[in-house]
């Protein structure tokens, strides 16, 4: 088959066919050669090779980096949402997921802020046994850290030779005492 420029990775190398592109899309997703190999329908007995074969190949280097990109931009994540999320957490009122007579109120009910924050749920009998609500403390303690609340930097001001100190600690650890 001949060769043909790539439209996304400007290099020449011959089209995928729909077998290699199903490896490719397989592999992304795993990182299992062999698995791959036979996911996308070669034959098992040669998975291993086949695969590393496969893998050393232009049209599926090609195919694996564009997926991967895609992957990877899907799933951005930027700080802003992170922080946004922490925010949430740390200002989360459990009044919010409560009617006025102490009841939980349907999920349905409940806003979708709220919801997100909630860090699990436990059925029993196809009833609500457990509620488990974030940890608006440690929300807090990362968003602190973000911050710059926090230091852990201690200053001293004074005079000190720290050098000498320690020559003189190490003296006194192998026995010879000023």
Same mark, same amino acid.
Not at 11 to 17: A, G
Not at 108 to 122: D, E, T
């Given at each position: 088959m001949a060769k043909m420029k790539c439209s996304r990775c400007?290099?020449?190398?011959? /089209? +995928?066919?729909e077998q290699r592109r199903r490896f490719a899309q397989l592999y992304a997703s795993s990182f299992d050669t062999t698995e791959s190999v036979a996911g996308a329908g070669y034959s098992r007995r040669v998975g291993r090779k086949a695969g590393w074969d496969l893998l050393q190949r232009l049209d599926v280097k090609c195919e694996l980096r564009w997926i991967l990109s895609k992957t990877t931009e899907d799933l951005e994540l930027r700080a802003s949402d992170v922080l946004g999320g922490l925010l949430r957490i740390a200002q989360f009122d459990p009044a919010d997921i409560f009617n006025d007579d102490g009841t939980l109120r /349907?999920?349905?009910?409940? /806003? =979708?802020? +709220?919801?997100?924050? +909630?860090?699990?749920? =436990?059925f029993k009998d196809g009833r609500l046994e457990e509620l488990k609500l974030p940890d608006k403390v440690r929300a807090h303690e990362l968003l602190g850290k973000n911050q710059r609340l926090f230091t852990d930097v201690f200053r001293h001001e004074g005079d000190i030779d720290i050098r000498a100190r320690i020559a003189r600690g190490r003296r006194r650890a192998q026995g010879k005492d000023e």
């Open positions: 400007d290099q020449e190398h011959t /089209p +995928i066919n /349907p999920l349905s009910q409940v /806003p =979708k802020h +709220i919801r997100q924050a +909630i860090a699990g749920l =436990k």
